[in-house]
């Protein structure tokens, strides 16, 4: 049996080291696979339902090995599992992108789009790291990420080219998740700690790339690129939709319902 | 037919019944009795079903799989178990049936599929009983099944064999682990094997004396072991297993004995196993509205992958023109 859950935490700790630099990289991860994961038996196809699970697996993956670094560097007895199932909804900072609904198969494949780009282009950042740990963990997981970007970009100009349904279909994705994707660059106060030391990623200087990538992949899919006035922001701070309550009930019911067990 | 087509029938026929004694293995291109198609589409078809229903009460978990760990090894199984499906898709595929003919039979339950999955997996004990006892059992009767007559059936097996004794491994070690846990946990998986023993002996199918299917079968050697013998082969196998766990089997009247060297099981009950065959039983229902609904759900996105593909097609044939 484990103890340390027992030890009382701040009620929204804001830890602005490392420890909140790799949850702002991690915890998106967490909540994009949780949801892809959500589908896998339920997939348009076979081939798909596989291919979402294997870009879920990659994720899970990759988030073990940033909790378990986190872990690490907290050393009060807390593990990845602690760090994924007892955190509560204000200490996660994740984006909003990640944790929006498989409203249906459009959705899914362009949040999944719309992450991958960035990921990409956050783990090439971060490659360059001081802290080689995270570096490592950059390089590893790019070359998985890399794929998931020839992914879901080949499905977005599938979907954008394909039928009169599915380009009206993935349009509206594209339209009502695009004013999450400005979060993606936004940085807490421990990024910018450890941006100064050259241990974290300056995500600012990945929006141009980023908006340029994506736009290509859409007008070559016959898709608008959607004009908007107003971004939405806050899972970076914790402050999440009326979505990610539910996300993390499903998730750390075991955890929640059988305290300090193991399995 | 006419009298010559009939000797060359019976010909063919004698040779086929030759090389099946001589445990040669049928290959696509062969020739074979019609019957001997049909039942080879039937039996790979069930069992490609059952890999990708299967998909569905262990999914229920993945979600709520208890640590990272368990998540990522749960989700790459019920990968795995889609991989199966397709592999046995294509095997069944070479008899001259298309995926989608057998997949729309599985839909509108036409086509049967394992019941064991018609039963709810209600904590995340089941998953590892699931693992143990039916990834086990589908085991003793895969591992026969490498010797069927049918060369891409008996090839599918071997590779899906492999992976399913990691299944059961793993199924095995979340039951250890719980069975030596708290006592909360110890009694979860007692109760998960209360629910799953008689279900997973089911999974053999009816009594020899009343299975419909097994004689020609295992004449042609389709079915290489009669379901008695691999029900008791399952039990032998299981019983040991569940003393270093701890737990107790659920009949009462199991014992061994030791001049057969066989434990002797209590009685199955048929009415059960008939009722979930049939259609009723407690997720029959749900599980085929949620292949339905799943597949239902994404016709605009194979239709888009088709019409995508078409329209790349024709670009080539532009270009080249």
Known sequence: MRTSQQKKQMPYPQDDGPVGLIYGLADSSLILAQRLSELTGHGPSLEVDMGLTNIALDLFGQVRLYYQYAAELLADGRTEDDLAFLRTEREFRSVLLAEQPNTDFAYTLTRQFLYDHFHFLMLKELQRSKDNT???IATKGIKEVAYHKVYTSDWIERLGDGTEESHRRVQKAVLDLWPYTQELFYKTEADKKMIEQGIGVDFERLKAPY?????????????????????????????????MGHLLATMQYMQRTYPGMEW | MSEQEQMRERSLEEEFTKRIAQDEKIEPKDWMPQRYRQMNIRQISQHAHSEIVGMLPEGNWITRAPSLLRKVTLLAKVQDEAGHGLYLYSAAETLGISRDEMYEQMLCGKAKYSSIFNYPTLTWADIGAIGWLVDGAAIVNQVSLTHTSYGPYARAMVRICKEESFHQRQGYQIMYKMANGTPEQKAMAQDALNRWWWPSLMMFGPRDAESTHTDQSMAWKIKIKSNDTLRQMFVDQA???????????PDPHLRYNPETAHYEFGAIDWEEFWQVVKGHGICNKQRLADKNKAWKEGEWVRKAAVAYAEKQAKKRVRKAG
């Open chain 1, 134 to 136: 995270l570096a490592g």
């Open chain 2, 239 to 249: 019983v040991p297993q569940a003393d270093i766990l701890g737990l107790r089997i």
């Open chain 1, 211 to 243: 908006y340029k990538a994506v736009t290509t992949v859409l007008k070559q899919a016959r898709l608008k690129v959607p004009e908007v006035a107003y971004f939405q922001k806050g899972g970076k701070e914790g402050v999440h939709t009326e979505h």
